[in-house]
């Protein structure tokens, strides 16, 4: 079993910055892919930023330039760093990983999300 445990999560004026952390745990031979997605009230989850194991990061087009994704490999854990906050940021932010390992089930799993407002 993989689990993931996010945190950095809260309340943000517009135009401010917050970092978002997701450690992974549990037992696996590797992290092939570990993303962040979001899901604001009324809308479809979507994808914000993704990061392979070689480092290579994808983001969607709302967030290019301002935020960036980043992983410590040796810790298990990817970070997002969200700058320049607006309140269409708002959303719960849902950690994403997909790994190897030799245990049953599917080959990916989600963190419990955490709640990201900007509001002034």
């Known amino acids: 079993q993989v689990q993931l445990v996010e945190s950095g999560g809260g309340l943000v004026q517009p135009g401010g910055s917050l970092r978002l952390s997701c450690a992974a745990s549990?037992?696996?031979?590797?992290?092939?892919?570990m993303a962040w997605y979001r899901e604001a009230p009324g809308k479809e989850r979507e994808l914000v930023a993704g990061?392979?194991?070689?480092?290579?990061?994808s983001y969607a087009d709302s967030v290019k330039g301002r935020f960036t994704i980043s992983r410590a490999k040796t810790e298990n854990t990817v970070y997002l760093q969200m700058m320049r906050v607006q309140p269409e940021d708002t959303a719960v932010y849902y950690c994403?990983?997909?790994?190897?390992?030799?245990?049953?089930?599917?080959?990916?799993?989600w963190g419990q999300g955490t709640q990201v407002t900007v509001s002034s």
């Open positions: 990061i392979t194991d070689g480092g290579s990061p």
């Open positions: 549990g037992t696996f031979f590797s992290l092939n892919f």
């Open positions: 994403y990983a997909v790994f190897d390992s030799d245990g049953g089930g599917p080959p990916f799993v």
